[in-house]
Nanobody, 116 residues
Framework: QVQLVESGGGLVQAGKSLTLSCTNP????????MNWYRQVPGKQRELVAS???????YYTDAVKGRFTISKDERKGTVYLQMNNLKPEDTATYYC??????????WGQGTQVTVSS
């Protein structure tokens, strides 16, 4: 069973940076993609960024130019570097491993709060 471990959330002022980490102790080599989603109460979970097995990346328009997704397969870890944070980035951020159809898994979530 895959258990993703997230870290790095917190409370920051607008304009500052945070880096989120998500580790799969079983590794991430060979997965279809690693993804970061975020969710605020009362809204659907939305895809923020994705990195494929071949290192292709995707960003939702709201974070382009500010967030960077990367991975270290040796460490089994995916990162989300978040720069120039805005209050509207406040959400719970979830890591998602996609190795469908065999394995999909969510992290436990980490809270990011950006004050104005």
């Amino acid at each position: 069973q895959v258990q993703l471990v997230e870290s790095g959330g917190g409370l920051v002022q607008a304009g500052k940076s945070l880096t989120l980490s998500c580790t799969n102790p079983g590794g991430i080599a060979g997965v279809n993609s690693m993804n970061w989603y975020r969710q605020v109460p009362g809204k659907q979970r939305e895809l923020v960024a994705s990195i494929s097995g071949s290192d292709d990346t995707y960003y939702t328009d709201a974070v382009k130019g500010r967030f960077t997704i990367s991975k270290d397969e040796r460490k089994g870890t995916v990162y989300l570097q978040m720069n120039n944070l805005k209050p509207e980035d406040t959400a719970t951020y979830y890591c998602y491993l996609d190795q469908s159809p065999y394995i999909v898994a969510w992290g436990q979530g980490t809270q990011v709060t950006v004050s104005s």
